[in-house]
């Protein structure tokens, strides 16, 4: 048996009702308007959802060379190169590297101001070269160079007794310029059969190349240096004999 519900009728406001007599129609508000400012510096945007959103313009900002610090900064095209803020100067180093390749024309004045740098990749080339042949000599050749400075640096500052003044700065720099010969000889290595009479021959050469080189380099540079250019001459053929031996064997 079905069951009847009693549905109560439904009655439209007079204004849902666009087609009832006597409905009115309802006019659309404005949007909300915050009140304005009376300051113009101050931004207003308005709450308009159907109108652009608009804002007064603003000074754009600048970059570049505004000065910081009262002044005292400068933009990044005033700053000094990278190489120039570490204290590597590649046109010194080259002249160094062109002055010790041509020893009959050397100039001991561009040695004055010494470096490490040029040292530096000199023994990284001759380890480099040692490793192409099968030898690992990186750390016995800082050592070497280490040692053989501070050799230099004492005898020679006993000699010279008041008088001297070489630092070890400079001993390393002067000994590592001059051991480009030594890599000049580590890569003729490479196409040379080893232990034969005409890497011997070739190692020769290029320990007195060094060692004349090197010599001249104290002598000219030290204070009292002719006086002692037989011990110096002595001692330089040693270190760099000792470089040859590990081109050799």
């Not at 404005?30 to 603003?58: E, K, V, Y």
């Not at 501070?150 to 007794?161: K, S």
Request: glycine residues 10%; aromatic residues 12%; hydrophobic residues 45%.
């Amino acid at each position: 048996m079905a069951k009847e519900f009693n549905v109560p009728p439904v009655v439209f406001p007079s204004g849902g009702n666009p087609g009832a007599p006597g409905a009115q129609q309802r006019r659309p508000t404005a949007p909300f308007q915050p009140p304005r400012s009376s300051n113009p510096g101050i931004p207003f945007m308005s709450f308009d959802i159907g109108s652009a959103t608009t804002m007064t313009s603003l000074p754009a900002p600048q970059y570049g060379n505004n000065s910081i610090g009262g002044g005292m900064g400068t933009g990044f095209e005033d700053e000094p190169p990278l190489l120039e803020e570490l204290g590597i100067n590649t046109k010194q180093i080259w002249s160094k590297t062109v002055s010790i390749l041509i020893p009959f024309r050397m100039k001991p004045d561009l040695h004055e101001d010494a470096d490490l740098s040029g040292p530096f990749l000199f023994l990284m080339a001759f380890g480099l070269f040692q490793l192409l042949a099968g030898k690992l000599h990186f750390g016995i050749i800082l050592g070497w160079v280490t040692v053989a400075a501070l050799f230099l640096y004492v005898v020679f500052n006993m000699l010279a007794g008041r008088n001297g003044n070489l630092d070890l700065y400079r001993c390393l720099s002067l000994i590592g310029y001059c051991m480009l010969p030594m890599v000049i000889l580590s890569a003729v290595s490479l196409f040379v059969p080893q232990g034969g009479l005409v890497i011997m021959v070739l190692a020769g050469v290029f320990v007195i190349w060094s060692t004349r080189v090197c010599t001249r380099l104290l002598v000219e540079l030290a204070s009292c240096g002719d006086e002692h250019r037989g011990l110096i001459t002595y001692a330089c053929f040693l270190i760099y004999g000792l470089f040859s031996l590990l081109v050799m064997f």
